[in-house]
């Protein structure tokens, strides 16, 4: 977040914040892609937080594991490629196994 995120409107009695807008890596796409990134990036959190996160989410249709799948794989390239993009090679080792993991 940064302030050319953060709205604002003149009120009578000063300034009020309006809104906030952050759509940096906004994307039309099937809602189960934003769990999926949430999952994915919160890899290591443990079993009580997976679960909490799932059963908050709600019911998740016959075809969720596959989707969900392809999804995690989606997002360790998108994480791979902005590591590599900025010159940080340390973590992108273990994103090339996640990456890998599903094909095998």
């Known amino acids: 977040m940064r302030a050319g995120?953060?709205?604002?409107?003149?009120?009578?009695?000063?300034?009020e914040v309006s809104g906030v807008v952050d759509v940096e890596?906004?994307?039309?796409?099937?809602?189960?892609?934003?769990?999926a990134k949430t999952d994915y990036y919160s890899l290591g959190r443990g079993e009580?937080?997976?679960s909490a996160l799932f059963e908050g989410y709600g019911p998740l249709p016959a075809d969720a594991v596959e989707r969900?799948?392809?999804y995690r794989l989606y997002h360790a390239v998108e994480l791979w490629d902005w590591f590599?993009?900025?010159?940080?090679?340390?973590p992108v080792?273990?994103?090339a196994d996640d990456i890998v993991r599903p094909a095998g």
């Not at 890596?25 to 769990?35: E, H, K, V, Y």
């Open 5 to 15: 995120n953060v709205l604002v409107a003149r009120r009578p009695d000063g300034w």
């Open 25 to 35: 890596n906004a994307i039309a796409a099937d809602p189960l892609i934003d769990l």
């Open 68 to 70: 969900l799948e392809l």
């Open 93 to 95: 080792g273990g994103i």
């Open 48 to 50: 009580p937080e997976c």
């Open 84 to 90: 590599r993009s900025i010159g940080t090679v340390g």
